[in-house]
């Protein structure tokens, strides 16, 4: 029981800085800014590796370049992304931000995440098959969409001021193993050390990963920077954003849509 209790606490305090504030994120997810206004915007229920999940698809503006899934934060939701697929659909890429359905199982939702992938290819769900599909996840979203990044027709991964852990029983942590393991190529982009990216955690992935095309390190970037919308909440436990750091986050989706999608 004390190992169990440990093991929470130390996710909550990694997180999002202590389990009162991680409450706070959870609600304030919730009344997050909705998606743009955009008509063509659909919110989907499907299965995916025995677990229901809502997700927002994002159709690309003009001929289809490929796909991109966005996979938010612990505690937070697919509303919180939902800026940067707006963006990625822009330039003709279909963008899909779906709630990740397993909390605190990373490979439950990397299996959730790889069922994704396996649908958009083989079309139907969302239309004609997509071949090329890329990851983009947030904090723990970036965590699990590693995890998934080795699955068929994936051609890139970016983290988004990732996190990774140790869990209960393993000498090494989750994301730094598959990172060494991982031959997709791979864009970082992250902020200086925080208590809520753990101290900058993820960074000793860009030391392993063989495919690595960049690891950029945004000046002065706090968590929340690289959510689009963020909200107030994440601000109050994670520092401020600015518009600045927030385009060069935005610009290095698009670079690897530009890269990957072609």
């Keep these: ?42 919110t989907q229920v499907h299965e995916f590796d025995g677990h229901r999940v809502t997700l927002d698809v994002y159709p690309s503006a003009g001929p289809l370049r490929g796909a991109a899934i966005l996979s938010h934060g612990f505690t937070r939701s697919r509303r919180t992304l939902a800026a940067h697929a707006q ?42 098959p997509v071949e090329r599909v890329m990851l983009v996840g947030f904090s723990a979203g970036g965590l699990s969409s590693l995890l998934a990044a080795d699955t068929p027709g994936v051609v890139g991964l970016v983290g988004l001021d990732p996190f990774d852990r140790t869990l209960s029983g393993e000498t090494e942590r989750l994301g730094f193993a598959a990172a060494g393991r991982l031959r997709t190529e791979a864009l970082l982009l992250r902020a200086p050390p925080s208590r809520c990216n753990a101290e900058a955690v993820a960074a000793p992935w860009g030391t392993v990963l063989s495919a690595l095309w960049r690891d950029d390190l945004i000046a002065g970037a706090s968590h929340c920077d690289f959510e689009s919308p963020t909200d107030w909440v994440c601000r109050l436990a994670c520092g401020d954003t600015h518009p600045a750091r927030q385009q060069q986050g935005r610009q290095g989706l698009l670079d690897a849509a530009a890269r990957w999608l072609r």
């Design 1 to 42: 029981m004390k190992t169990l209790f440990r093991h929470a606490s130390e996710v909550c305090t990694a997180l999002v800085g202590g389990a009162a504030v991680m409450v706070a994120m959870a609600a304030g997810a919730a009344l997050a800014a909705p998606p743009p206004v955009q008509t063509q915007v659909q």
């Design 87 to 128: 963006a990625l659909a822009d330039v003709g890429v279909l963008a899909l931000t779906p709630d990740l359905p397993c909390t605190f199982d990373f490979r439950c939702n990397a299996r959730a995440l790889a069922a994704l992938v396996g649908s958009l290819r083989a079309g139907g769900t969302f239309g004609a």
